[in-house]
Nanobody
Framework: QVPLVESGGGLVQPGGSLRLSCATS????????MGWYRQTPGKERELVAT???????DYSDSVKGRFTIFRDNAKNTVYLQMNSLKSEDTAVYYC????????????????WGQGTQVIVSS
């Protein structure tokens, strides 16, 4: 399996900002749309943002207007800029390649990286 390496998480106060990074292989990055997920204990992994190879973005309702997903093709890296953070954003964040199957956006790879932890707390 090729690496999915998430980084950039940390502890931040409500209203603060973080930028997450996800580095992967050129093969994965150049041939797939990418997405960011998050997971908290006792909850299913939640898709929060996607970006297509052409640059079109989509966001979950909970993060619209606050998060921005973008990609750097030269670095095979996708980013998640998180602003106006709330306590409800606390989670471990993961990236993956994504694809649409029967109207659902699903992870393409059958494995995950280590994730990066985001804690929003005063």
């Amino acid at each position: 399996q090729v690496p999915l390496v998430e980084s950039g998480g940390g502890l931040v106060q409500p209203g603060g900002s973080l930028r997450l990074s996800c580095a992967t292989s050129r093969s994965i990055f150049s041939n797939n749309d990418m997405g960011w997920y998050r997971q908290t204990p006792g909850k299913e992994r939640e898709l929060v943002a996607t970006i297509t190879r052409s640059g079109r973005t989509d966001y979950s309702d909970s993060v619209k207007g606050r998060f921005t997903i973008f990609r750097d093709n030269a670095k095979n890296t996708v980013y998640l800029q998180m602003n106006s953070l709330k306590s409800e954003d606390t989670a471990v964040y993961y990236c993956n390649a994504v694809q649409s199957l029967l109207g659902r956006t699903l992870p393409t790879l059958n494995y995950w990286g280590q994730g990066t932890q985001v804690i929003v707390s005063s």
